[in-house]
């Protein structure tokens, strides 16, 4: 049992580094991680910017990855670390993969899909039953996020390159 809550702690810093790499090249910080047994399947943070791919989440990548390295489009056997609640794209792409664990850092109160704003994981919901953990490394998964988002407040509010801006000024014309 305690070597369980410190290997999930471990991948969950994991996810936290990938998170990090993500806000500092802009994009929204959330890291991800696909596990199985001890063998890390792929890792990566959000680029939908960079990939100017709106389905570029850190978790749909990671499932993309992994299926190559796996060779298989199922997933089974995996444990999904992810720093943020799941979006409900990214929390079906991980039911279609038959992963069977999910474990996530802190809550997404906008586009949560385990809890917060859905309960796509619920069970007889959809018919692949996923694990879930939260609350691993919580606070730290969560600082990083608010601070990104006061950060880029910080930037709308003085009008500096935001396209929430743009698109105000467009329309005043
Ligand atoms: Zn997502």
């Known amino acids: 049992m305690m070597k369980d809550i410190k290997s999930d702690k471990e991948y969950m810093k994991m996810a936290l580094e990938?998170?990090?790499?993500?806000?500092?090249?802009?994009?929204?910080?959330?890291g991800a991680i696909l596990v199985k047994g001890d063998q890390v399947l792929a890792k990566d943070h959000n680029r939908s910017?960079?990939?100017r791919d709106p389905t570029a989440h850190a978790e749909v990548l990671v499932l993309r990855r992994a299926g190559e390295v796996l060779g298989n489009y199922r997933l089974n056997d995996t444990v999904m670390y992810v720093t943020s609640e799941p979006c409900p794209m990214c929390a079906a792409a991980m039911i279609h993969?038959?992963?069977s664990r999910l474990v996530f850092g802190t809550l997404e109160p906008k586009f949560g899909a385990v809890?917060?704003?859905?309960?796509?994981?619920?069970?007889?919901?959809?018919?692949?039953?996923?694990?879930?953990?939260?609350?691993i490394?919580?606070?730290?998964?969560?600082?990083?996020?608010?601070s990104f988002f006061k950060k880029r407040r910080g930037i709308?509010?003085?009008?500096?390159?935001?396209?929430?801006?743009g698109v105000k000024s467009r329309k005043a014309q």
């Open 18 to 30: 990938e998170a990090k790499e993500a806000g500092r090249k802009g994009e929204v910080p959330v």
């Open 49 to 51: 910017i960079e990939l």
């Open 97 to 99: 993969g038959r992963i």
């Open 115 to 135: 809890e917060s704003k859905f309960e796509l994981f619920k069970k007889d919901g959809l018919n692949h039953e996923v694990e879930i953990t939260r609350g």
């Open 137 to 146: 490394l919580e606070k730290e998964c969560a600082e990083i996020l608010k």
């Open 156 to 165: 709308v509010k003085f009008g500096v390159g935001s396209s929430e801006f």
